[in-house]
């Protein structure tokens, strides 16, 4: 299994990508995170993150918008992938 999901929300309405982030989350086995791609900063979503046990980064999108790399906070694997993703990996 893949360690990424990537789900890109940055054609929809609020809030539909908060809602569908927080779906994409429930799913995700062990050893992955989500890479979500959103159109603006989604600042409503990040109390929910940290109430839900999730930790994120930022990361410079490759295109527009916005991109928030999300994992279980208690995830050593999926936390590893990421930093190896932010270390140009």
């Given at each position: 299994m893949a360690?990424?999901?990537?789900?890109?929300?940055?054609?929809l309405a609020p809030p539909?990508?908060?809602?569908r982030i927080l779906v994409a989350l429930h799913d995700l086995a062990d050893a992955q995170y989500l890479?979500?791609?959103l159109p603006r900063e989604?600042?409503?979503?990040?109390?929910?993150l940290q109430e839900f046990g999730?930790?994120?980064?930022?990361r410079p999108p490759d295109g527009p918008g916005f991109e928030l790399l999300i994992?279980?906070?208690d995830d050593r694997e999926a936390q590893i992938a990421v930093q190896h993703l932010l270390n140009g990996g």
């Open positions: 360690p990424e999901r990537l789900l890109d929300v940055r054609d539909e990508p908060l809602e890479r979500a791609r989604p600042y409503p979503l990040y109390p929910l999730y930790t994120w980064r930022a994992w279980r906070r």
